[in-house]
């Protein structure tokens, strides 16, 4: 399953990038691997010779690469990957240190580490030789890389979930925005976006367990202030398969109207987009919260995180959600948009937010008031959802 594909410890990065400097900075310019006999290479093509620190860790087996801090210049898809490397991620361990980590498909040992490759048009490149140790396991589940120009970032390990026994309902996390301290949007009729959110998330509920195929689990049930990365650990916590955040926004333009669907991406699809995604993600500053203090787990969740299945997988469910809102309720022109949302960096959960309205159009307002426009929108909320598990081959 796609989103098993991503499951699994990455190691705790914060994620600090100074502009200054930057031209001066190494770069890592490829990553190789080939066979040598018996063993696997991996190499590590760099700009500049440097200081480095090899170790490999089990249970799974991994080995890591320790660099100072350099900028990634490789390629982000290597097909070959060799014997022994099931993937690789890399990103910053600390502010001095950048990381690479190999998963592999049984234990190794470390035989060799050493540049190789002198000289100003040679490539200088750091060796390092695995030779398999013990028996051979089932490769591990490699982690899709960063898109280009992005560094990936740690995060913590999935909480361990409670035991679902014999259900076997697909779990659908729904995620009322706002709530308790953060009104959200204030309606141009004084409606509070907090209270019309939590509205859509119960009809969402009820109209998808009906089917009896899902398990909807609400991250609030009640007027109550929810953190960001509270509400991605709560899709974690019970494995949610989907994530589905809901918001009314409000804007200048009072004349616009619509709903609209939008994935992560570092790169907004507009300035909109990205005006929206900034409010958004202070949420918690909103609430008085100082995030300076927190600890490293939970800054890795906050920081920018895109992995490119959970993305993909993403960008798969936007689209059969925004076909089927289509045929019932009304859209904004380019109704797919994408935008860096923290609520939507679950690394492991495809994740998508769902603008159903303007809550500054006195129109949408008056709809986003009727619980026959919140049927309409959960029952092609349905179609989409059961649209994405059948095309995977989860349900017909």
């Not at 994620?15 to 190789?32: C, E, H, K, Y």
């Not at 729904?174 to 409606?191: K, L, Q, R």
């Not at 159903?356 to 909320?381: C, F, K, P, W």
């Amino acid at each position: 399953m796609g989103a098993v594909f991503a499951r699994f410890i990455i190691a705790t990065a914060i994620v600090l990038i100074s502009s200054a400097g930057v031209d001066a900075q190494p770069r890592i310019t490829g990553i190789n691997f080939s066979k040598v006999g018996d063993l696997t290479r991996i190499g590590v093509d760099l700009s500049q010779r440097l200081d480095y620190r090899v170790f490999v860790l089990n249970d799974p087996a991994r080995v890591v690469i320790d660099l100072p801090v350099a900028k990634w210049g490789a390629p982000t898809s290597v097909e070959d990957r060799g014997g022994l490397v099931a993937g690789y991620r890399f990103g910053l361990f600390d502010p001095k240190t950048f990381r690479l980590v190999f998963d592999l498909n049984r234990p190794v040992a470390v035989k060799l580490s050493a540049f190789d490759g002198v000289g100003e048009r040679a490539p200088l490149r750091l060796n390092v030789d695995l030779e398999p140790i013990g028996e051979a396991k089932p490769a591990a589940t490699a982690k899709p890389l960063a898109p280009a120009g992005q560094v990936a970032a740690g995060v913590a390990p999935r909480p361990p979930a409670v035991p679902r026994k014999s259900d076997t309902r697909r779990v659908i996390v729904v995620d009322p925005g706002h709530g308790g301290v953060d009104p959200g949007a204030i309606g141009a009729g004084g409606s509070y976006e907090k209270d019309v959110t939590l509205a859509y998330a119960k009809e969402f509920r009820r109209v998808l367990e009906a089917t009896g195929r899902y398990r909807v689990v609400l991250t609030r049930e009640s007027d109550v202030f929810l953190r960001l990365r509270d509400r991605i650990a709560k899709a974690r916590e019970v494995e949610a398969e989907l994530f589905v955040s809901i918001h009314a926004d409000s804007i200048g333009q009072t004349q616009t109207s619509g709903a609209s669907v939008y994935t992560l991406s570092e790169n907004a699809s507009d300035a909109e987009a990205a005006a929206l995604a900034t409010k958004e993600n202070k949420a918690d500053l909103i609430a008085g919260i100082d995030l300076s203090q927190e600890t490293p787990q939970v800054a890795t969740i906050l920081i920018d995180l895109a992995q490119r299945e959970t993305m993909n997988l993403s960008a798969v469910f936007a689209a059969a959600l925004v076909g089927e809102m289509g045929k019932d309720v009304k859209l904004l022109p380019k109704p797919h948009r994408f935008a860096g949302f923290a609520v939507l960096k679950a690394p492991d959960v495809p994740s998508v937010l769902l603008e159903i309205g303007y809550l500054s159009n006195r129109s949408d307002e008056r709809q986003l008031q009727l619980r026959t426009h919140r049927v309409d929108v959960a029952v092609a909320m349905l179609r989409a959802i059961d649209r994405y598990f059948a095309s995977r081959g989860v349900i017909r």
